[in-house]
């Protein structure tokens, strides 16, 4: 048995704290959660990538959980985020590393090896598939394509609103998000809200009937502890650097990803809608795989570990 330690390391301007597992030596593994998350939300992948001979850093990411959260929205941009993970393979000695992301966590592993590709030997991404810099600020994309509807980064976008809305009763948060980012047929939540109206994010996601089979009690109310001690401005402020991370990767030190890469998504993640796959070639050269989970939604490593765990277990094998 694997056991995972927690300690804190200073990098890149900022704290964070690791869980940790694995011995030091070994291949690394870096485990980038996405919104709202821990590394808490890596606890069935830990001891499963330890065991398997790999080891394992997954921090709590700037403006989360035990880490520290710098109060400018510029600290959150997608050089500062990279960098903490840079900073995190100095601070064990590895030269390189296997970064995995979920949710915004992808955009960490997708930026990883176009930023600093000499740091990184592959890199998987969950939920979130490998995209191309848009052609224009991908706020003004947003804008034209909902006009006078609601979209939910468009909200985030303003310090204050969603911070109170989200911070104003944690448990309805988390119980909302973790029960509603499912699609059931055709039907699909972002579009579902996507209506004129003052109503906030969390106000027009439905009230689940109870908790997610696949999380416990103890473990929702871990996540609620946190949240409702740090509130959720920290990691609001990644969404804020949209049209800043946009800016800053107009040339980047790699053009494309180089290293091989696996994109493990869940059928029924309503969040798919937003991020085609066909598009995938443009931006990563290296070799490619897709892995889809039937009827698995959003929260993939959590909701369907075994599956994940045998994808990436059978990807690393390979790199």
Not at 75 to 82: H, I, K, N
Request: contains cysteine; hydrophobic residues 40%.
């Amino acid at each position: 048995m694997f056991s995972t330690t927690r300690r804190l390391v200073r990098t890149n301007g900022a704290t964070l704290q690791v869980a940790e597992a694995g011995d030091r030596g070994a291949p690394v593994v870096v485990l980038a959660h996405g919104f709202p998350e821990l590394a808490f939300s890596w606890r069935h992948q830990i001891p499963a990538l330890a065991a398997a001979g790999y080891h394992v850093l997954a921090p709590d990411q700037r403006g989360y959980g035990g880490s520290s959260a710098p109060s400018e929205v510029s600290d959150y941009d997608v050089v500062e985020l990279t960098g903490d993970v840079v900073g995190l393979l100095d601070d064990v000695g590895a030269e390189t590393a296997v970064v995995v992301g979920h949710d915004w966590g992808s955009v960490v592993a997708t930026n990883l090896p176009l930023l600093h590709p000499d740091r990184v030997s592959a890199c998987v991404t969950l939920s979130v598939p490998p995209a191309p810099r848009p052609q224009v600020p991908p706020t003004q994309a947003w804008r034209a394509a909902f006009g006078e509807n609601f979209f939910y980064i468009l909200y985030f976008q303003e310090p204050g609103p969603a911070d109170v809305e989200l911070a104003a009763d944690p448990a309805r948060t988390m119980r909302r998000l973790m029960g509603g980012m499912t699609s059931r047929g055709t039907e699909n939540v972002f579009v579902t809200m996507a209506t004129p109206g003052p109503a906030g994010f969390i106000e027009r996601l439905p009230e689940p009937d109870g908790l997610p089979d696949w999380i416990t009690p103890a473990e929702f109310d871990h996540y609620v502890a946190e949240f409702t001690r740090t509130g959720f401005s920290g990691a609001l402020n990644w969404y804020r650097n949209f049209d800043r991370n946009w800016e800053l990767t107009a040339s980047t030190p790699s053009p494309t990803i180089a290293v091989p890469t696996l994109f493990v998504g869940g059928t029924a993640d309503p969040a798919l809608a937003m991020t085609p796959r066909d598009r995938v070639g443009e931006v990563v050269s290296g070799p490619y795989r897709e892995v889809m989970v039937d009827g698995a939604g959003h929260w993939l490593q959590q909701e369907r570990p075994d599956e994940v765990n045998a994808a990436l277990l059978e990807f690393l094998a390979t790199v």
